[in-house]
Every structure is written in C-alpha cells, then in structure tokens.
C-alpha cells in the first residue's frame, strides 16, 4: 500500500521560500510530483520527477520551483522561491506507476492528505 505524507507548509510573504517534504512507503517506480488546488479552483500539476530523474514543471512556476527526490529516505522535495501570491494553495504529493521517463502533469494514482502554503503580499 502506498503512503504519502507530505510536511514542510506555512505562511510566507511574497518573495520568499518554502520547502515542501514527501516521505513515501510502499511506492517503487514511475512518477511522483506536486499538485496544487486553490480554493475555488481545479487541482493542478506543479511539478513531476521520474524514478530516472527526468522533471517537468507547469509553466507557471519554470525557473522558481525545483522538484528534486532523495531515494534513499524515500522522499520527495520541492523547493519554492520567489513566491508570489498566486501560489497560495493546499499541495498535495501524489504517485503514478509510469514506465516512461516523461512524467505527466495528471491522472495520478496514490494522493497524500496535503499541506497548505500562504504566501501573502
């Protein structure tokens, strides 16, 4: 069964940084990313990583969010700068059984509870 928790949420002013934490159990190989649903909104693919590496980010945050993944602690990362906000959301980690190194930004399978980023102006 996969788990996924994420921690690292808070409250920041624009501009400034957060990093956001997943630790996984019971996930092997595919995908995993960072979605985000803002109130009133759909959900959205923030940024994706797969098992090799390779990474794909939503337009909206190219050059400020770095997904990265520690393999050996089974957990994932995302660094957030410059944030602006718009970026105000609940993220959610999510995980996808995927053979191909090019992550989708969608349909993802195994979700965690989520935590809530504010940045304000």
């Known amino acids: 069964q996969v788990q996924l928790v994420e921690s690292g949420g808070g409250s920041v002013q624009a501009g400034g940084s957060l990093r956001l934490s997943c630790a996984s159990s019971?996930?092997?190989?595919?995908?995993m990313g960072w979605f985000r649903q803002a109130p009133g909104k759909e959900r959205e693919g923030v940024a994706v990583?797969?098992?090799?590496?390779?990474?794909n980010y939503a337009d909206s945050v190219k050059g400020r969010f770095t997904i990265s993944q520690d393999k050996a602690k089974n957990t994932l990362y995302l660094q957030m700068n410059s944030l602006k906000p718009e970026d105000s959301a609940m993220y959610y980690c999510?995980?996808?059984?995927?053979?191909?190194?090019?992550?989708?930004?969608?349909?993802?399978?195994?979700w965690g509870q989520g935590t809530r980023v504010t940045v304000s102006e």
């Open positions: 990583i797969h098992s090799t590496d390779t990474t």
């Open positions: 999510a995980a996808k059984p995927w053979w191909f190194s090019a992550c989708p930004l969608s349909d993802y399978n195994y």
């Open positions: 019971g996930y092997t190989y595919g995908c």
